[in-house]
């Protein structure tokens, strides 16, 4: 950067403070500590920089709260329920969702699931102990090329479950929570989670899930 007596850090929030507000004090700023430039030179160089924040922070990942607590709670925070529904039915290319357990409170994104897969949308559903689930009979009726189903059994060691609560879809949105595939899971319960906006997660989760299946700790059902 111009300017060996220029404080990097204190120029750089200055563009920012210009970028939110209108103002130009960083090239006023940027023209002191380098007289030999060019007001346009200072544009220029200016543009670039602020070119180059918004480039990444729209590549930077972005975390938020995600609740289920009872409907007297007021949090700011998105609901669990809201952000199910809004991933599932977002979904254009690609679904991962585990399920330890289904309720017929469920059933009515199970439908929407079953026709994201009949329209060309790959999806993946992990399941625990399929066999003590009844609730996974429909979903098990259109298992094909576009829905795969994978389910997780412990002959040596009852105990043992899939007890994770994710939903990826399209490598790029993750849900990480505490909060079941139910109605207490969506609305009754204190659940607590966090939405991950990121590709970088998105694909480790995806491939932590392929090693598994590869490794026989799942098997397709």
């Not at 403070?17 to 940027?30: F, P």
């Not at 790959?122 to 090329?145: A, C, E, M, S």
């Amino acid at each position: 950067m111009p300017g060996g007596n220029l404080n990097k850090e204190i120029f750089l929030n200055t563009v920012k403070s210009d970028v939110a507000n209108g103002t130009t004090n960083a090239a006023s700023m940027l023209k002191r500590s380098c007289p030999e430039l060019s007001d346009a030179h200072c544009d220029d160089i200016i543009g670039t920089i602020t070119d180059a924040m918004n480039v990444s922070e729209a590549d930077a990942d972005k975390v938020s709260l995600v609740v289920t607590a009872p409907p007297s709670f007021s949090i700011n925070a998105r609901t669990t329920m809201n952000v199910v529904q809004s991933m599932i039915n977002g979904a254009e290319r690609n679904i991962l969702i585990t399920g330890y357990s289904l309720s017929s409170y469920f059933s009515e994104l199970v439908d929407t699931i079953v026709l994201k897969s009949q329209r060309g949308v790959f999806v993946k559903f992990f399941v625990n102990d399929i066999d003590k689930q009844p609730r996974f009979d429909k979903i098990l009726r259109y298992k094909g090329r576009f829905l795969k189903i994978y389910n997780y059994h412990q002959e040596d060691d009852k105990m043992a479950a899939l007890h994770a609560k994710v939903i990826s879809v399209d490598q790029q949105q993750t849900l990480i929570t505490s909060a079941n595939l139910s109605y207490h899971g969506q609305q009754g319960n204190i659940e607590l989670g966090t939405l991950i906006e990121s590709k970088q997660i998105a694909k480790q989760i995806d491939d932590v899930f392929t090693k598994l299946i590869f490794s026989k700790v799942f098997s397709e059902v």
